[in-house]
């Protein structure tokens, strides 16, 4: 049984790769429009809990290892920082670092039984569930990088794992906000890249429609909803969009309307 979202995770660390190829060293410490990270800060955030869940999924106890001090840099907000202390390469050595982990992971996942339990922060996951966790961590930080260098990502089907994340965390998005639960999750009428639709939900509770590719970018915080096409209709639907959060974590506030947005491209 091979797991399928192990190339998407592929293709999604291979598409930022792709734009990073070739740029200067200087390129890497550009503030993004993301709490002002670097691209150097991305690629750290990303190589460091990349390798956090390989160690998961193949040296249990050695991931367990590293929780303790971990936990104590999330207890004392220094979560950044320790990412940071734990990876040396910065610019073009960070990047190679990052992409060739990225390749190692996702063929080592490719072989992993998609139910196999992987222990986590927080509760354990399945191997779909971590590897996709990885996809949507690189589409969504890719974003800024995107952003920063004035460059349109070319989107694919694959964007339907986090669409599905996204569903799969509307009630957690309202637990985290501290709001109660809807019974009814709103009927979902979404455009894929490819021109499929794909439909989740209820009617009767309310409707969101427009591209997948922007309901994947409000679940993930990396637009704000006002920004993108997606129609809302219902108290329901709009209350959900407006505190959509499918990571895990304490409560984060959506990016405000216009501060997330493409530079002029290159």
Not at 110 to 139: C, F, K, L, N, Y
């Amino acid at each position: 049984m091979s797991l399928k979202e192990a190339a998407d995770f592929l293709e999604e660390s291979r598409t930022l790769a792709a734009l990073l190829e070739g740029e200067s060293e200087a390129t890497f410490s550009k503030p993004t429009q993301f709490k002002g990270w670097t691209i150097n800060d991305v690629l750290v955030h990303l190589h460091f809990w990349n390798k956090a869940v390989d160690l998961a999924a193949t040296d249990e106890a050695g991931f367990k290892a590293m929780l303790d001090p971990l936990m104590a840099a999330l207890t004392k907000g220094g979560l950044r920082s320790y990412e940071n202390g734990t990876i040396a390469e910065r610019g073009h050595a960070l990047f190679t670092l990052w992409k060739d982990t990225a390749e190692d992971i996702a063929a080592r996942f490719a072989g992993i039984d998609p139910r196999q339990r992987i222990s986590w922060v927080g509760p354990s996951m399945s191997a779909r569930s971590a590897i996709t966790a990885r996809q949507m961590e690189t589409w969504a930080h890719g974003f800024e990088v995107f952003d920063l260098l004035g460059r349109v990502r070319p989107e694919s089907d694959r964007i339907r794992n986090l669409v599905v994340l996204g569903v799969n965390t509307f009630g957690w998005s309202h637990q985290v906000h501290r709001l109660a639960v809807p019974d009814t999750m709103p009927e979902l009428t979404l455009t894929a890249p490819s021109g499929e639709v794909w439909t989740f939900g209820e009617a009767g509770a309310g409707r969101i429609s427009g591209p997948a590719v922007d309901f994947a970018a409000v679940v993930t915080q990396t637009r704000a909803v006002a920004d993108t096409a997606l129609v809302i209709e219902g108290d329901v639907a709009r209350t959900w969009m407006d505190h959509a959060q499918c990571f895990a974590g304490p409560p984060e506030k959506p990016p405000v309307a216009g501060s997330r947005h493409r530079a002029v491209e290159k």
